[in-house]
C-alpha cells in the first residue's frame, strides 16, 4: 500500500513569490495533517484536518497561509508571497482519526522549501 | 501548555552497543500518549514506539524500549544492539489534551550516530 505522498519533493523560489504543496495521504485516512519543521527542530502542526473540516488551524499564520482539503482527499498548503523565514521543511501526515483511541500518525517525505 | 525536552542534542553508539536517549515533559493532563520517531536523512517520519500515561508496563518494540516514570514526567528511549541503519535523529513527542488530541508535540531531537 502506498504511504503519504508529497510533491514537489525540493522547491526553491525567490521571496515574495507564491507556493504550493501537494499531499495525498492514505487510501482510508479521515485525519490529515500538515507541519513546519525548521532546521534543527522538532515538527509543529500548522492544521489538522477531519475531511474537509478544518478543525484545528491556530498555528497557521493566516496572513500568508492558507490551506485546503477538497473532497476530503487531496490536500493543498500553498504560502503567498514567501518570505526568507519560511525556509523549512513542509510535513504531511495522515491518521484514520484524530480521537481516542489514538491512531498513528503516518508521515510523507516533506518538501524542502528553500525562499531566496 | 504541554512542552517537550530533549537535553541531548547528539548520541554516539559503536555498533551492538545500547544507547539511551533522555526525554522530559511538562504537562497537567492525567491522559496522554508518548512516543518516539526516527527521522532518517530521507526526512520521512517513522513511529518507533509508543506508550500510554495510564499503562504502567513499560512498551517494548524489539531492539528499543522506553522507561516511562509518570511521577518525575520523564520518557527515555533506549535502544540495544544498535545497528548502522539506527543513525537517525530521533524525537520524543506528547499528544493529549481535551483541545489536543491529534495534535502531536515534537521535542527539539537528538542526533544519533551508530558507528562500527
Known amino acids: 500500500e502506498a504511504g503519504v505522498v508529497q510533491s514537489p519533493r525540493y522547491k526553491i523560489i525567490e521571496k515574495k513569490q507564491p507556493v504550493a504543496f501537494w499531499c495525498n495521504p492514505i487510501s482510508g485516512h479521515n485525519t490529515l495533517y500538515w507541519y513546519l519543521q525548521n532546521l534543527g527542530q522538532g515538527p509543529e502542526l500548522l492544521i489538522r484536518?477531519?475531511?474537509?473540516?478544518?478543525?484545528?488551524d491556530s498555528q497557521l499564520p493566516k496572513d500568508r497561509f492558507s490551506a485546503e482539503r477538497l473532497k476530503g482527499v487531496d490536500s493543498t498548503l500553498k504560502i503567498q508571497p514567501a518570505e526568507l523565514g519560511d525556509s523549512a521543511v513542509y510535513l504531511c501526515?495522515?491518521?484514520?482519526?484524530?480521537?481516542?483511541?489514538?491512531?498513528?500518525?503516518?508521515f510523507g517525505p516533506g518538501t524542502r522549501l528553500t525562499v531566496l | 501548555a504541554q512542552t517537550v525536552t530533549q537535553s541531548q542534542p547528539e548520541m554516539s553508539v559503536q555498533e551492538a552497543e545500547t544507547v539511551t536517549l533522555s526525554c522530559t515533559y511538562d504537562?497537567?493532563?492525567?491522559?496522554?500518549?508518548l512516543f518516539w520517531y526516527k527521522q532518517p536523512p530521507s526526512r520521512q517520519m517513522i513511529l518507533v514506539i509508543r506508550?500510554?500515561?495510564?499503562?504502567?508496563q513499560n512498551a517494548t518494540e524489539n531492539r528499543f524500549s522506553v522507561n516511562f516514570q509518570k511521577a518525575a514526567k520523564s520518557f527515555s528511549l533506549k535502544i540495544s544492539d544498535s545497528q548502522l541503519g539506527d543513525t537517525a535523529m530521533y524525537f520524543c513527542a506528547f499528544m493529549g489534551g481535551t483541545d489536543s488530541w491529534g495534535k502531536l508535540q515534537f521535542g527539539a531531537g537528538t542526533q544519533v550516530v551508530v558507528t562500527p
Open positions: 506508550q500510554e500515561a495510564y499503562k504502567q
Open positions: 504537562t497537567s493532563e492525567n491522559n496522554y500518549y
Open positions: 484536518y477531519e475531511n474537509e473540516e478544518a478543525v484545528d
Open positions: 501526515a495522515s491518521s484514520q482519526t484524530s480521537g481516542r483511541p489514538v491512531n498513528e500518525q503516518f
